[in-house]
């Protein structure tokens, strides 16, 4: 039997298409179909029956022709797989996922809190030095009147 790049290529040549317009037709992204075409890749479960429809032939026999069985497509054997581990209890726990806000720059957080701490603290004395000069000059203020 003919490999799935020479059936492919036949029917392109039949046709008289292009590749990327093949690909369209066919329903399948052209990096995965021009891969296909020479050989480089295997469809996986989701496309096998779009090469087999463009083809005109059944999926047993694009299968066939890959030399390989057709790969799990990779969405739905992930969620098969967590599903699994979440069956077995060793599903991951629920929660939010990387890093916390803020932790990143926990040294320049510091330094900001170290700096607003000291312009509090200055704050306070300069309020101190105007408390004191106000009660002067009112001290004064009733000696003249």
Do not use: C, W
Not at 3 to 14: E, F, G, R, V, Y
Not at 88 to 95: I, L
């Amino acid at each position: 039997m003919p490999s799935l790049a020479q059936l492919l290529n036949a029917k392109i040549t039949k046709d008289g298409l292009a590749v990327t317009a093949a690909a369209k037709k066919a329903g399948i992204s052209f990096p995965s179909f021009h891969a296909a075409l020479h050989g480089k890749s295997v469809p996986n479960a989701r496309s096998v029956n779009k090469y087999a429809s463009f083809l005109g032939i059944t999926i047993a026999e694009v299968q066939a022709a890959s030399g390989k069985p057709a790969k799990a497509a990779k969405g739905k054997a992930k969620k098969a797989k967590k599903a699994k581990k979440a069956a077995k209890g060793k599903a991951k726990k629920a929660g939010r996922r990387g890093r916390p806000p803020g932790s990143k720059n926990k040294a320049a957080a510091k330094a900001a809190a170290k700096a607003a701490k000291a312009a509090a603290k200055n704050n306070r004395k300069a309020i101190a030095a105007l408390s004191a000069s106000l009660k002067k000059a009112t001290a004064l203020l009733r000696k003249l009147a």
